[in-house]
């Protein structure tokens, strides 16, 4: 199996390689970016790239808008954050980071969302543990915590102290909810476990099934419209109805790790025995790349 890992989509795609960081365009072409082997994400609305750097996150900008093209001048690096102690990048928002920190012990992890462009921050969350996982509603208001025995709730807008940090539930040390994605109404979330896609409502407190049925190494991610959910399973891309959890289509490709959305939730990109593809939503039409 390829140790490539695709990170994020857009027009381009991001790939992780044991070389480090690199970009596919359009055309397949690869451009290398970063001989950095950690996370990275696009920043929503730039072609700019956010991406682990050692313990500090750095930023890799090549202007606003997506104009920028093979040939253009030479991407600017410029250190995002850089502290005594271990960060780890969780995810991106418009404008801002997620990332986990460890300042007062090594298993004491906070998750702080700083923005990118004047460097305010906000720990969100600060009661410790070791975080293995986050993901922020679309607003903003919740974020999914996934802790080694355990899944919570943060809310960042709380009626009280009391309601600022929930428990959706225990978790097994090893299997339990991975692969958390919200909905675009920022009160359901989808999560990956025991072989099943679940949604998660906050409002209700309660998980419901939408594909069952699924082998252990099965990933299932809900688009950013919130339309249908793409899983891979057993190599296969399958597409379903976000809301009923009904099959639609899928391609038969061998590929593996976590299906990536493109912002327009038209495509999906995975990473594959020999390279990347990516896969319309709509057709389930295949383009693969080989590395």
Known sequence: MSGNRVLDAADRVLVGTDGGLIE????????????????????????????????????????????????????????????????????VLPGRVVYRANPRHRLLWDVVIRNVFVGEEQAVYDRGGDVRAAAVSPNSRYIAIRLPRKLILVDTMPLTEDDHVRLIGPEPADGGHRHLSWLPDSVRLVATADGAVSRYDVERGSWEPLVSGLGPNAVGVIAPDGRRLAIVDGGRVAFHHAGTGDFLRAAEIDAHGSPVWTPDSATVAVATADGVATVVAQSAFVKAVAL
């Not at 920043?43 to 997506?66: E, W």
């Open 24 to 91: 596919l365009d359009a055309a397949g072409a690869a451009t290398p970016l970063t001989p950095a082997t950690g996370e990275a994400r696009y920043l929503p609305g730039t072609t700019d790239v956010v991406h682990q750097d050692g313990d500090g996150i750095t930023v890799l900008s090549r202007g606003s808008g997506r104009g920028w093209s093979r040939g253009s001048a030479k991407a600017k690096s410029r250190p995002l954050l850089r502290a005594d102690h271990a960060v780890q990048l969780l995810g």
